[in-house]
Structures are given as C-alpha cells and as structure tokens.
C-alpha cells in the first residue's frame, strides 16, 4: 500500500521541476551517464570494427595502406572459408560439439539443482562445493590428463570427448545458475501438484519446466558461451575430424606469412554466433549473469 | 526456503556425479599418480615420494611465474571491480538503448578466447593495428613483443576489454533489483549521491559483486589462451603465467613428475582462495535471508 502511494508523490514533484528553467536547459545537453556509456561502448567496439574493416581488404591493401574504411571492398577473404571445406567443417565442429555439450549439461544438472534446491541431504553442501571446485579447475591442469583418458578408450578426436571434456565446467555452472532460479518458485506449487495427483516425472516435465524456462535458457546460454569460447581443451583433445574453428584458424601462418585477411575473416565469422544467441537471452542476460541470484 | 530432509534427493544427483567423476576424478588422480612418480622413459615409472613437490618449491621459475600470476590477477582485479561498477551505475535503466548497451557490452564475452588474442595481436601491431599506429603516429614508442612494459599494458588493456562488461552486468543486475521506494526515501531524507550509493547500492549490490569478483579471480588466475596467442608469453618470461608455463612444461617439455606437482599446487592455491570467497557469498545470501 505504503509503496504505492510514495511514487505518486514524486512523480507529481517531477512534473513540477521539468518546468524549471535549469532542467529545461539541461534537456538539450548530453548527460554524464550517456557520455560514459558512449565511450565505454566506443572502447569495446573498436577492436572488433578494426577486424571487421580487415576482413573487407585484401592483403596487399592491409599491409600498404592505412585507413578506416575499405577501399577497394572485397568479400573474397570469406569466399575463401565458406568454399573450403577445411575451413568451415571447423565451424561445424565447434558447433557439433557445442550443442553436444549443452544438451548433456543441462539433461544432468536439472535433476541435480532440483535437489539442491528443494532437499537437504547427506553431504549436501560439501557436494556443492566440490561441484564448484570444478569451475576453478585450470583447463591447463586437465589438458594432459584428459589427452590420455580419451585416447585409452578410442574417443579421441570425436566431438563427444570434447563435449565431455567441457562439461567439467560446464555441469557445475549449469547446476548453480538453475539452482538460483529454482529457489524463487515457491514451494507451495510442488505440493499442490502431488496433492493433485501428479507423479515427480509428470510434474517436473509439465508444470515446473516451464516455471524455470528462463532459467533454462540462461543456463544454456553460459554452455553454450563457455564451450564456444574454450580453445585449450577442444584443442589438445582433436585433431583432424573434430578440430574447432579457433584451432584452424592457425593455419593462416603460413610460409609466405600472416594471411591477415583470411585471419580476420575468421575472426569475424566466429563472433557470429555468439552475437546471435546474445539476441535471443537479451532480456534475461543480467539476471543470468547474476547466476538467478537477484 | 525451509528444505525437507530426504536422502533420496541422492538420486537426483547421482547423474552429476558420475559425469563430473569421470571427467573430473580420473584425471586429478592421473595427475596425482604422476606426481608422486618418476620414469625413465619405456612406460617404467618409479615411487619418487614427495620430492617433485620439494622441488617445485624451491623452483624459482615456479615462484617467479606465481608472483606474476598474483600481480596480473590483483591488477584486473582493481580494474575492472571498480570500473564495472561505475559502468553499472551509468547504464540506462530500460528502453532500446538499454537492450543495446546490454548486447554490445555481451559481445566480448563471446568471442572465442584465441579470437580475442588475434584481435589485440592485430589491434597492436604497429604497421596494421589502428591503437599501435596511432600511438607510433603519436610518437610513442609502442611494441608489445619487445618491450616488457608495452606487453603488460596491452594484455591488461585486453583483459579489461574483455571481462570488464562481466562486472558491469552483475553489478547491473544487483541495481535492478533495488525497489524504487528506497531511492525515494533517500530523495526525502535529502541523501547525497555519495551517501545513496554507499549506503543502499553498495550493500544490494554485495551479493553479486562477490560473485563478480570470485569468477573475475577464478579466470584471470587460469587465464591462458589470451596473453597466449598475443604474447606467447615473452618477451622474455614476462607475461608467462602459471598456466602458459604449465602447459609449456607438460605438453613442451613432457616433464610430468613436476608439471604434476605444480599443478597440484595450482588447483590448490585456487581453491583454497575460492574456498574463502565462496564462505563470504554464502554468508552473504544467508544475512539476507535468500
């Protein structure tokens, strides 16, 4: 009630001010914050235009001239991957291999940050902890290791052992965030569903799924994210049928030099697909990063 | 939320861990069996007790690299907490432009971590590079693969362009969910900028910037593709982290007794410092009663 009734209170003094010389000619002036925004973004995007102008140039124009545009616009950088099949089966890779992982990650944590956050049981909480251990593990600790645990059972060099692999990090990512998202679905829906007659597979499927489809989708995001970005792991544990994309891309060295363009033209096309799953969870991102604990 | 005692919740659990034992078990206990090993080559291997873990004690290219390690990690720290949140308090609250400043602030975050490296490799370059060239064409004497300086600079100029964002978003997230009658109330008490900020952003927002900065050490600390593919870890030694220095010893220079040993120890520095930050966060949650 009381809440309702403060922001009557300001808005009316709001009106009140906007008619005020002072803010009137403030109106027409930037504010501070959207300056700092304007620089900040400034900041993040130059590097990624400075690829994307590269990727546009041919060789000869990167290395002689120095401009921040293209002259002579040239899209044969991208001709040259989306043709060879050495080049964009790493694409598919990465992406196999990707959607691989996050399906795993979420069909095993779902159950489990449905226990953590609904049960409290023998060991709970050490079990947690320990889960979280495996986020902070160095990938470069497990590198070796995981070479040859994968190589003993015949797996190396398949998209599964590097969608395994990753699940070290990504599994107990998955659980934290969707245990942070369960917590705020009240109780009280569980028990009015078995008061109903449903089983725990009906209820889980029907009624909670959808409840925490935001938190799902978050949680698939950050697999998604951290699998894609990950090149240590994907790269010891491949090396012809599954290779990713980021582990191609070291073939622009080659005897004549650094293939600039090539080199950035790849660049540019790995940035794709996270910006286009970025779409999709826009409005859910700060929360997610905030692992559903706002 | 009062949760019901049930030891059958186990069950639910035991996917995780089968999955997480396979992959996280197996390997730490190849790891450990080799450090407590030594070979002569031909798959013979022999006890070798402790002594690896005594040698890389008295290692100085352990302790050198730790020490750099610390350092970077306490720089990115001091950085990107503060810048993060100051981005945070900067952002529009909703509309367009919020939803823009979110997906472009995101974009980073994407970005394959080698891709990353290229971009600065190339954004640095002198010849190529649009921040190299211009601070050559300011008569600057830039060169990030020679002059030690110039490389720490570039490659936490880099980390800061790609993790700040991270930051800014939780901190985002924590404004968010502040309820408009507190700022209200602080208007009518006729609160400073300062005093609102200190007394009711900063505690709302503690609880995620613990997380903010828990993963922001956790990374930083493991941090390898990027100073990898800009640097290579040179000149010199000077931007050789702990895990670029790893992977050079076990995957270079196959010394496996020691590299097991350090990483051993590595895992344990983190999760020791993790371990502290973790008891905070959840402190934290449990004081406000989530």
Redesign the interface.
Known sequence: MTDSAIPEVVTDTRTMTIETPRTAQRRFRPSGSTVVMAIYLLFLMLPIYWLLNMSLKTNSEILGTFSFFPRNLTFANYETILTDPSWYMGYVNSLIYVVMNTVISLAVALPAAYAFSRYSFMGDKHLFFWLLTNRMAPPAVFALPFFQLYSSIGLFDTHIAVALAHCLFNVPLAVWILEGFMRGVPKEIDETAYIDGYSFPAFFVKIFTPLIASGIGVAAFFCFMFSWVELLLSRTLTSVDAKPIAATMTRTVGAAGVDWGVLAAAGVLTIVPGALVIYFVRNYIAKGFALGRV | ??????????F??L???L??A???V???M??VNYSVQDTFGNNQFFWAGLSWFDDMLHSDRMWNALGRQMLFSAIILAIEVPLGI??A????KKGVWS?F???????????????VG???Q??GRV?????G?TLDALGIDYNYTQNTLDAWVTVIIMDV?HWT??VA??A???L??I???YY?AA?IDQASRWAVFRYIELPKMA??LM?AILLRF?DS??I??EPFVLTGGGPGNATTF???D??KM??GQFD?GP?AAF?LM??LV??AI??VF?TVMTTL?KRDG?
Do not use: E, H
Not at chain 2, 89 to 92: C, F, G, I, Q
């Open positions: 939320m009062n949760k019901t005692v049930n030891q059958k919740a186990w639910l659990v996917p995780v861990l999955l997480v396979f992959s996280a197996i390997p730490l190849t790891v100051f981005v308090l900067n952002m529009p939803s400043c979110l997906v472009v602030m995101s974009l980073p975050l994407l970005i394959p971590w080698n891709v290229t971009i600065w190339i954004f010849d190529i590079g649009l921040l060239y362009w964002s991270l978003l939780l985002y997230a924590g968010r969910s309820p408009d009658a209200q208007k609880g995620v997380i956790m600390f493991m390898y593709t702990l895990s670029i790893l992977v076990a995957l496996l590299a990483s590595y895992f983190i999760m993790s371990w973790y949650d989530k």
